[in-house]
């Protein structure tokens, strides 16, 4: 059955610089998704705080996870989320240009991850067993939604301690931090094969979780216009423990979803004016973006029933 566009939130960017001195703005804590941006050769690198990554889920995931559905205003407060989004448009100018959104060489990706921890026996916390990742796949908004798959559990451990080290280094900060390459972990975790070609992500996502930039606006997605980035947000379990753990259920189609194989939760929008998005995957007749190539060697695509 096909999903019904639901916008969860739209978050406004606007106003002046410098987020790292927002007063009212969160700190990053364990678990918070983060949106980060990273050009090839270049000198900066930029960190969003998006929230708690729980908060996300169950937008598009299935019914096992509806109850989590939660607006991104509401679950961290109207203050505090409108901070996590001022001065992003400013920042990146700052950080790669005035041409940030038509440059080619720059990129954006997700992650989260709220421990790097094996044990089984810990209680889950807000349905996420330890090493419950989230990261993205660049979205052409034409396919339906793919599923990440073949990870190992040692590939968990290694993928959720990487996340949380580059992460942390946005630890204590504002919502916002633009950081300077030789202080960032962010090209590490997301190196490249060649030129314009990403290698593996947090040292075991084949193919990258980053988006590359295009010289002009991929269109509109729901009610976000002059999108330069789509990033479908994946969740993925390493392991069923833990109590009060979601398990990855079933997908649209009602098959069962295998350990360490990735739902989708939703696609993350950001607009030439800094306007982050966040809304499930819209009924064909409105999707209005076209010609970007997914990227993700581990991906494969499925099709909903009609």
Sequence with gaps: MKLKNKLAALLVASGSLVAATTSNAA??????????????????????????????????AGSQDATAVANILESRGSTQS???VTNLSTTLTTAFGAGWASMTNLYAGLAAARSGSTSTTAAAVNGDPNRTIYTSVANDLVSDPGIRSGLGNTDMTTIAGRIISMNTKFLGTNDILQVGVADSNIDDQNPFFASGILDTAFG??????????????LGSFGDVSNVEFALDLHRILATNGGAGTITAGLDSEGNPIPLRTSTYEGTITINSSGVVGFSAVPEPSSVMLLGLGAGALAFRRRRRNA
């Design 27 to 60: 700190s990053y804590v364990a678990g918070d998704l983060v949106l980060f941006f990273f050009q090839e050769n270049g000198s900066e690198t930029v960190y969003v705080n998006l929230g708690q990554a729980y908060t996300y889920r169950g937008a598009a």
């Design 82 to 84: 409108e901070a996590a």
């Design 204 to 217: 075991s996502l084949a193919g990258g979780v980053a988006q590359k930039g295009t010289a002009t606006s």
